[in-house]
């Protein structure tokens, strides 16, 4: 656990540096073999691409930084409860393990509708490949402290 919660802290720094800047309050670090292998920060609106979320912005970075498809082996730590998409493209990535901070209900709170998504996929996690660890760090909604200080946030 002590290193999951020290990646975890990462993602949230992320996750928090990028909110009080111009994109979303989300951050993800892919770990493998004990290094991280790529970070990435929301960029929704700073790219004008809805799919640009941290973990996805993450896997594609470490794929290319790894020059490969498949992230077998490799964990996300993600600075909130991944939505249905990043869970998918987890799926395909095939990574091993996710590991996250806050949950669907800190998102909601700070105006984010990922829970609603949630509902659409009931079994999510259920039987899959993919093990999702919920790691509640005393500094889980830091991020969305700075997203809602940031008098200059995009909504979306």
Do not use: K
């Not at 802290?9 to 292998?37: Q, Y």
């Not at 998102?107 to 999510?124: E, I, K, M």
């Not at 039987?127 to 979306?156: C, G, K, M, S």
């Amino acid at each position: 656990m002590d290193d999951d919660a020290h990646w975890l802290r990462i993602a949230i720094e992320l996750a928090t540096r990028n909110a009080a800047t111009d994109g979303g309050p989300f951050g993800a670090v892919v770990v493998a073999d004990g290094r991280v292998v790529a970070e990435g920060s929301n960029r929704v609106t700073a790219t004008l691409d809805p799919t640009a979320h941290g973990e996805i912005v993450a896997i594609r970075a470490a794929c290319q930084n790894l020059d490969t498809f498949t992230l077998a082996g490799a964990t996300v730590y993600s600075s909130c409860e991944p939505c249905p998409m990043c869970l998918a493209a987890m799926l395909w990535a095939r990574v091993d393990r996710v590991v996250y901070a806050a949950d669907r209900n800190a998102a909601a709170a700070a105006g984010f509708d990922d829970a609603a998504f949630h509902t659409l996929l009931p079994d999510a996690g259920g039987d899959w490949p993919l093990t999702i660890v919920h790691l509640a760090l005393p500094e889980a909604n830091q991020p969305f402290e700075a997203w809602l200080a940031n008098e200059n946030r995009i909504a979306y």
